[in-house]
């Protein structure tokens, strides 16, 4: 069975951009969360979406924002892009809330 | 904010000595989970223990959850130049389909073979 994945792998991006991160689940999952890594800290909660709604956001500005789609993919966008949005952005799945939670390899992303 | 602080933040041991850590943290929990990352890539989910649960096994590894002290330990028994990794402990509250799942610090383990 596919693990979760992500796109893309790499992104560079400038200050005052915009970014669409995508990611699919594992096949059955219904629950997807995203989180960022700064570099040398662990993941930090971003959002958790569960049969297609919102169910968690974490300490984040209104420039991030995510949505799930029908097929339980998902998408985390950031508008207005700062120097300290560089990071590792990693995407997990989940059966439901409650359970092990399985990562994807994550999207580094670099601003300029 | 970090719930989780792995200690300790390094650890060096030789090829197959034991290596442990640990975590603690603030708050109530459902369930505590350890994962493993190589270079900065993705987690490998290693052990789920549930907050009624107080000791899991799976091949070389043990994991034991205190919830009276909030406290966890991660056992790595015959350790490989494989395991050579960083480790993050994280916490899972959960409530009415919202989940969050706090991660510590991380522990850096290095095996030298």
């Known amino acids: 069975d596919a693990g979760v994945t992500q796109s893309p792998t790499h992104l560079i991006k400038t200050r005052g951009q915009h970014v669409t991160l995508r990611c699919s689940p594992i096949s059955g999952h219904k629950s997807v969360s995203w989180y960022q890594q700064v570099l040398g800290q662990g993941p930090q909660f971003i959002f958790q979406y569960y049969e297609k709604e919102e169910r968690g956001r974490g300490n984040f500005p209104d420039r991030f924002s995510a949505r799930q789609f029908p097929n339980y993919s998902s998408e985390l966008n950031v508008n207005a892009l700062l120097l300290g949005d560089s990071a590792l952005y990693l995407c997990?799945?989940?059966?439901?809330?409650?359970?092990?939670?399985?990562f994807g390899p994550g999207t580094r992303l670099l601003v300029l | 904010s970090q719930q989780g602080e792995e200690d300790p933040q390094a650890l060096s041991i030789q090829e197959g000595e034991n290596a442990t850590m640990n975590c603690s943290y603030k708050?109530?929990?459902?369930?505590l989970q350890w994962y493993r990352q190589n270079s900065g890539r993705g987690l490998v989910h290693l052990i789920l223990?549930?907050?009624?649960?107080r000791e899991k096994h799976s091949g070389r590894l043990r994991v034991t959850l205190d919830t009276s002290k909030k406290s966890s330990s991660l056992l790595i028994t015959a350790s490989r130049a494989a395991d050579t990794a960083s480790y993050f402990c994280a916490t899972a509250i959960t409530n009415f389909g919202n989940e969050k799942l706090t991660f510590g610090t991380g522990t850096r383990l290095t095996i030298i073979p």
């Open positions: 997990a799945s989940s059966l439901w809330w409650g359970e092990t939670q399985y």
């Open positions: 223990i549930r907050s009624n649960e």
């Open positions: 708050t109530s929990i459902n369930n």
